[in-house]
C-alpha cells in the first residue's frame, strides 16, 4: 500500500517516549567540524589527527569507513542493523563500508531504553537527520574539491559525484574543509529521504544482520561469557517472599564442606530493592551452586508467603466485578445510559494465568570497583531505570557507576529492570572482590518478574432494535509499571488514581463504537506477591485477547459475519482517523490489513471440526501503532480436547520496513510466542512462590507444535513502526475465535487447556 495517507506534520506525539527524543536532539546538537573539540585547528590538521565525527552518533575514518554508534540492546532483533540502516541510507555511504558500535552507558547517550518495540520509531527520525546532515556537509565539502557549486553535485553510494568528476568520502575526509555547521531547529527541519531514493531500507532491500556471523561461529560474547580478574562466583538465595522476608540465622556448617566455597554475605540493600537476600560466593560456580544448596537459612516470611493463584485469580474476579474499582480509561459516549436502555445484554469474564520470560540466558551479572568507580558487566535492556537504583544500592553517586553492555540471550522484557545486578554489586562491596554472579534457572525463575494472572470483564449493551451500542471493559492484573516506574504512570481520565500505560493499553482500540467505557484496575494482591513484569506485548497480550474474543462473541449475537462486523466499525472516523506521523491513515490500515488477510484466507477448505478465526490488533499503542490483521486455522479433536494450530495468517502494515529479514523474524518470534501463550505457557504461585521453575514443568510452544505461517508485510513508506512485540497480540483471540467456529465452544481462559475444551463440550 503505497502513500494512501498523507503527512500533515512531522511531528511525534510526546507522552512516554519524549524522553528518548529530547535525549536525541540534544546529541544532535552538531558543529561539522572535524571534531566537535577541533575548532582551533585548521581543516587540514584536524582531518589529519582524527576523523570526521559530525555527532555522537557516527563517525567517518579517513578510509572512509563508518561506524554507527548503538545505544540500544541487542537480544536477538538485530537492532544495530536497523539503525545503522537507517543512518546509511541518508547518509548515502557504502554499505560495505558500515560497521557497528555497542556504547556503554555514559550520560553522553541520554536516556538509554531498548523495549517496548521503540528503538526504530524513536531513532527514525534523529538518526535519519544525522545521516541527512552528514550527506550535506560531505557534498559542500566534495563539491568544493571538485570546484563545483554544492547544487550541482550528488552524493552515491560513498561518493560525491558533479557530472563526470567524483571524489571518495576518504578523499573528502582526508582533504575536505568542514566548516559546517547546523543549529538544532537546521536540524529539526532537515528533510528526510522519500522512499524512491532509497537504497538501503524499504521492504524490497536485503542486507544480513551485522550480529549474525558472531552468533552463528560463536564468538559472540554475551553477559554470561564476561570475567574480569580476580573474581569470585556467586549465587543468590532466594528467599521465601519476594518482599518483607527478614534472615533470622544461617547455618554454613555444610557448605563449608564444599572445597572452594569461601563464604556468605546477608545483603543489606539500602535501595529495598532486595529484602532477606543472602548470597554465596566462592572460587568457582559450580560451588557456589553446592554451597547454596547446603545452606540453611532461617527466615521471618513476608504477609504474601501463603498466596496462591488461585488467591490472586478471585481478587482480580472481584475487582471486575465491582463498579468502584480502578480507574477510567476511555470514556467515549454514554455506557450507563446504554446499559440502562438496552434491551438486551452479554457479558464474558476473559483470564489469563501467570506467565514468564525464561529467557535462555539466565540472569548474570559482574560487578567490580576500579578506582572509584563501579562497572558492571551484563545485558541490560534499560540501563537509565536500573543505574539510579543500583547507585542507591551502592551509595554512591549515579555517575559512578557504568554498565558494560553484552549481548543479550533473550529479554522479552525481564531485562528492563536490572535488580539482579544489586546482589553482585553489593557483595562485590562486601568482600571487597569483583564479584560474578549467576542464577541457575530456578534461581532465574523463583526471580522472575511474571507476567501477571488477569482478569477481564466485558459487557456489551444491545438497544431497542438490536443493535450493538456500548461496551464496557474493566480489567485487573498487577502493574509493572507501578513496581518499577510509578512516575510513569499518568491519571485516569476520572481522576480516581492513576494508571499503568502498559497494563491498559489495547483497551483504546481503533474501532468506531458510539458508547465505550473502559476501566483499569491494580490487582493489589498481585502487586504485593511479585514485581509484576513487562512482558513480551505487555497488556495487549492479555487485554486483547478478551476484547477479540468478546468482538466475536457479539457478532455471533447479531448474527454477523465476525469479520464484516469488524470492517464496519473500522471506518476511520474521529479519532480513530489516526494522525501524522505515527498513525496516519488510523483505522483504514488496520480495516486494510483485514481485507487482505480475508481474501487470503477466503478459499481455504476446512475439513471436519476445522475453523479458522480472526483478530486484529495494533500494538503497541495507539501512538505507535503496527497494524496486523492474524488469522489461526485449527483443529480440535473432540475426544481429546487437543487444539491443533494448523497455521498461522498476518498481514502486517508497520510503515516503512527498516530491515525486511529482520522485521520478518520478530513477526514470525512474536506470531509464535502469541501461539506459546495462548496453547501452553501456564504458571502458579503456590504459597507465595512460583510453582514452575524449569521447562520440565514449564512448557512453551515445542518444534512439533510449531504451525506454518504465512506473513505479508503491507509496502508502505509511512512512518516506520516497531515490530518486535505486536505479532504476539492477535494469536490467542484468533485461535479461540477458530475454535468456536470448529467446535462450537468458547474459551475464556489462557492458555487453552484440552481440559478446557473437552468441559465445554460437555456442559
Not at 501467570?354 to 540501563?383: C, I, M, R, S
Request: aromatic share 8%; charged share 20%.
Amino acid at each position: 500500500m503505497k502513500k494512501l495517507f498523507q503527512k500533515k506534520k512531522e511531528t511525534v506525539d510526546l507522552n512516554r517516549r519524549s524522553f528518548m527524543v529530547g535525549s536525541a536532539s540534544a546529541g544532535l546538537i552538531m558543529a561539522f567540524a572535524p571534531s566537535l573539540i577541533s575548532f582551533d585547528l585548521s581543516a587540514a590538521e584536524a582531518v589529519s589527527q582524527q576523523a570526521f565525527s559530525p555527532t555522537i552518533w557516527w563517525h567517518m575514518t579517513p578510509n572512509g569507513d563508518v561506524v554507527i554508534n548503538i545505544a540500544k540492546a541487542e537480544m536477538g532483533q538485530h537492532i544495530g542493523t536497523a539503525l545503522a540502516r537507517i543512518v546509511a541510507d541518508e547518509l548515502e555511504c557504502d554499505w560495505d563500508k558500515v560497521s557497528i558500535d555497542y556504547v556503554d552507558t555514559d550520560k553522553k547517550w541520554g536516556f538509554m531504553v531498548t523495549g517496548g518495540s521503540w528503538s526504530v520509531f524513536h531513532s527514525f527520525k534523529p538518526l535519519s537527520q544525522a545521516g541527512a546532515a552528514g550527506r550535506i556537509a560531505l557534498i559542500e565539502a566534495g563539491a568544493q574539491l571538485l570546484g563545483v557549486k554544492p547544487e550541482n553535485a550528488r552524493a552515491e553510494k560513498g561518493q560525491v559525484i558533479a557530472g563526470s568528476k567524483s571524489v571518495t568520502y576518504a578523499e573528502i575526509v582526508q582533504k575536505g574543509k568542514f566548516n559546517r555547521t547546523f543549529s538544532a531547529d537546521e536540524i529539526a527541519a532537515l528533510p528526510i529521504k522519500p522512499a524512491n531514493k532509497r537504497h538501503l531500507t524499504g521492504l524490497n532491500q536485503d542486507f544480513k544482520a551485522f550480529d549474525i556471523p558472531a552468533k552463528t561461529n560463536g564468538s559472540a560474547v554475551y553477559g554470561i561469557d564476561a570475567e574480569v580478574d580476580n573474581m569470585v562466583y556467586a549465587r543468590p538465595v532466594i528467599p521465601p517472599t519476594r518482599y518483607g522476608s527478614e534472615v533470622r540465622k544461617v547455618d554454613d556448617s555444610k557448605s563449608k564442606k564444599v572445597n572452594g566455597y569461601l563464604g556468605y554475605e546477608v545483603i543489606k540493600d539500602p535501595s529495598d530493592t532486595l529484602q532477606g537476600w543472602v548470597v554465596v560466593y566462592a572460587k568457582n560456580y559450580p560451588a557456589a551452586i553446592k554451597a547454596v544448596d547446603l545452606l540453611e537459612v532461617d527466615y521471618k516470611k513476608g504477609e504474601t508467603a501463603y498466596v496462591s493463584e488461585a488467591d490472586i485469580q478471585a481478587e482480580g474476579k472481584r475487582l471486575v466485578s465491582s463498579d468502584s474499582t480502578g480507574t477510567l480509561f476511555v470514556d467515549d459516549g454514554d455506557v450507563a445510559k446504554a446499559r440502562i436502555e438496552a434491551k438486551e445484554s452479554i457479558e464474558g469474564l476473559y483470564t489469563t494465568d501467570t506467565a514468564n520470560h525464561f529467557q535462555l540466558e539466565p540472569l548474570n551479572a559482574v560487578a567490580e570497583f576500579k578506582g572509584d568507580t563501579w562497572y558492571v558487566h551484563t545485558g541490560n535492556q534499560w540501563p537509565s531505570l536500573t543505574l539510579p537504583v543500583l547507585a542507591k544500592a551502592l551509595e554512591v553517586p549515579q555517575e559512578k557507576v557504568v554498565i558494560k553492555p553484552y549481548y543479550l540471550g533473550g529479554g522479552f522484557g525481564r531485562r528492563l529492570y536490572g535488580d539482579w545486578i544489586i546482589p553482585a554489586a553489593l557483595t562485590a562491596k562486601a568482600i571487597g572482590r569483583p564479584v560474578k554472579l549467576v542464577f541457575t534457572r530456578a534461581d532465574d525463575s523463583l526471580f522472575d518478574q511474571s507476567r501477571s494472572a488477569s482478569t477481564s470483564l466485558l459487557k456489551a449493551s444491545f438497544d431497542k432494535e438490536g443493535n450493538f451500542s456500548g461496551l464496557e471493559q474493566a480489567f485487573a492484573a498487577g502493574w509493572p509499571t507501578q513496581a518499577m516506574a510509578p512516575s510513569f504512570m499518568p491519571a485516569g481520565i476520572d481522576g480516581k488514581g492513576n494508571f499503568d500505560p502498559f497494563s491498559a493499553s489495547g483497551a483504546d482500540h481503533w474501532y468506531s463504537m458510539t458508547n465505550h467505557r473502559a476501566r483499569a484496575i491494580n490487582n493489589e494482591l498481585a502487586q504485593k506477591t511479585f514485581t509484576p513484569g513487562w512482558l513480551r506485548s505487555v497488556g495487549q497480550g492479555w487485554i486483547v485477547w478478551g476484547l477479540e474474543s468478546f468482538i466475536d462473541e457479539i457478532a455471533h449475537k447479531l448474527g454477523k459475519d465476525p469479520v464484516e462486523f469488524r470492517l464496519a466499525m473500522l471506518d476511520g472516523k474521529g479519532k480513530q482517523a489516526g494522525k501524522a506521523p505515527e498513525s496516519v491513515g488510523g483505522a483504514k490500515r488496520l480495516r486494510n490489513t483485514l481485507e487482505v488477510l480475508a481474501k487470503k484466507v477466503a478459499n481455504i477448505k476446512l475439513g471436519k471440526d476445522e475453523g479458522i478465526g480472526f483478530a486484529i490488533s495494533a500494538g503497541q499503542e495507539r501512538t505507535m501503532p503496527a497494524w496486523i490483521a492474524t488469522a489461526a486455522h485449527v483443529h480440535v479433536n473432540r475426544q481429546t480436547g487437543k487444539i491443533t494450530l494448523k497455521k498461522l495468517y498476518a498481514v502486517v502494515d508497520g510503515g516503512l520496513i527498516i530491515h525486511p529479514n529482520g522485521a520478518l523474524a520478530q513477526i514470525e518470534g512474536s506470531l509464535l510466542w502469541g501461539a506459546s501463550l495462548a496453547l501452553f505457557e501456564s504458571n502458579a504461585y503456590d504459597n507465595g512462590q512460583l510453582r514452575s521453575t524449569n521447562f520440565n514443568t514449564y512448557l512453551p510452544l515445542r518444534m512439533n507444535d510449531m504451525p506454518e505461517m504465512d506473513i505479508e508485510l503491507v509496502d508502505s513508506d509511512e512512518f516506520p513502526v516497531g515490530l518486535g512485540e505486536p505479532g504476539v497480540i492477535g494469536v490467542a483471540p484468533a485461535i479461540s475465535n477458530a475454535v468456536f467456529n470448529a467446535v462450537g465452544v468458547r474459551l475464556r481462559a489462557l492458555p487453552m487447556k484440552a481440559s478446557h475444551v473437552t468441559n465445554a463440550l460437555s456442559a
